[in-house]
């Protein structure tokens, strides 16, 4: 009974849970060792499909690398009473448009880029995935990695979205996100849309939007980000939308 009221999409939206709050549940029972934790866990999977049930992705023609930020800098709560890391956010957030989008690689960076397979259907189970694979990529901050291992696969991609506290830095002395990602647009994929997702809010820019062309920057950590990017995809302004959004 408590199982089919935690998954209930009724009750879910009735409750405006965000994601997270799925995410911290999760991993408290992973520590529990009872005959039921695995039909809870499973509540907890149907309930956080259900929370975002409404979130726009995107289809078969529309190609998206999602890039998860788990540099040293990342590994900060989100205040100081959650055991939610900005870490988390950025998988969590990941994982959700993952599990919307049906032309999708993602993955994660550090010192270097790796692309992570997962099924897109799992929501929780793969960001936990993620998480366990903490330190395989290191802890900098390269972002630049993901442009240029597009640039050396040439492979021309609609959409590069970046979950990140934008604290970009070039530990290997061989690039920079701008410079990267004006030679991927120029030889390869000139329509191309780099999406830099700022979970920490702490002001720095590591690329000048007003010189690169399809560069946004989306600050925050809610799940309704995802609507203002659905906004700009159809030449809507943000503000508008963000103003829309009930508190």
Same mark, same amino acid.
């Given at each position: 009974?408590?199982?089919?009221?935690?998954?209930?999409?009724?009750?879910?939206? =009735?409750? %405006?849970? !965000?994601?997270?709050?799925?995410?911290?549940?999760?991993?408290? $029972? +992973?520590?529990? #060792?009872?005959?039921?934790?695995?039909?809870?866990?499973?509540?907890?999977?149907?309930?956080?499909?259900?929370?975002?049930?409404?979130?726009?992705?995107?289809?078969?023609?529309?190609?998206?690398?999602?890039?998860?930020?788990?540099?040293?800098?990342?590994?900060?709560?989100?205040?100081? =009473?959650? %055991?939610? !890391?900005?870490?988390?956010?950025?998988?969590?957030?990941?994982? $959700? +448009?993952?599990? #919307?989008?049906?032309?999708?690689?993602?993955?994660?960076?550090?010192?270097?880029?790796?692309?992570?397979?997962?099924?897109?259907?799992?929501?929780?189970?793969?960001?936990?995935?993620?998480?366990?694979?903490?330190?395989?990529?290191?802890?900098?901050?390269?972002?630049?990695?993901?442009?240029?291992?597009?640039? !050396?696969?040439?492979?021309?991609?609609?959409?590069?979205?970046?979950?990140?506290?934008?604290?970009?830095?070039?530990?290997?002395?061989?690039?920079?996100?701008?410079?990267?990602?004006?030679?991927?647009?120029?030889?390869?994929?000139?329509?191309?849309?780099?999406?830099?997702?700022?979970?920490?809010?702490?002001?720095?820019?590591?690329?000048?939007?007003?010189?690169?062309?399809?560069?946004?920057?989306?600050?925050?950590?809610?799940?309704?980000?995802?609507?203002?990017?659905?906004?700009?995809?159809?030449?809507?302004?943000?503000?508008?939308?963000?103003?829309?959004?009930?508190?």
């Amino acid at each position: 009974m408590v199982c089919a009221t935690i998954a209930n999409p009724t009750q879910v939206a =009735k409750a %405006k849970q !965000l994601p997270f709050r799925f995410l911290a549940a999760y991993r408290e $029972l +992973l520590t529990i #060792k009872d005959q039921y934790t695995n039909a809870a866990l499973a509540a907890l999977e149907n309930a956080v499909k259900a929370s975002v049930v409404n979130m726009r992705g995107f289809g078969m023609d529309t190609k998206v690398v999602i890039a998860c930020d788990v540099s040293g800098s990342m590994q900060k709560s989100i205040s100081p =009473k959650s %055991k939610i !890391l900005n870490y988390d956010i950025g998988l969590m957030l990941g994982m $959700l +448009l993952q599990s #919307k989008c049906r032309n999708v690689q993602a993955g994660m960076f550090g010192d270097t880029w790796k692309i992570v397979s997962m099924p897109t259907q799992n929501i929780l189970s793969n960001v936990q995935e993620f998480y366990r694979r903490e330190g395989s990529v290191g802890y900098s901050t390269n972002g630049h990695l993901v442009i240029n291992d597009l640039y !050396l696969r040439r492979e021309s991609v609609d959409k590069v979205m970046m979950f990140t506290d934008v604290q970009m830095w070039d530990t290997l002395g061989e690039g920079h996100i701008a410079t990267e990602w004006r030679r991927y647009r120029k030889e390869i994929a000139p329509n191309a849309k780099l999406y830099l997702f700022d979970l920490a809010g702490l002001g720095t820019t590591p690329i000048d939007f007003k010189q690169n062309e399809g560069v946004y920057l989306i600050a925050g950590w809610s799940d309704k980000i995802f609507d203002v990017l659905a906004a700009l995809d159809q030449g809507q302004q943000a503000v508008e939308v963000i103003n829309s959004i009930e508190l």
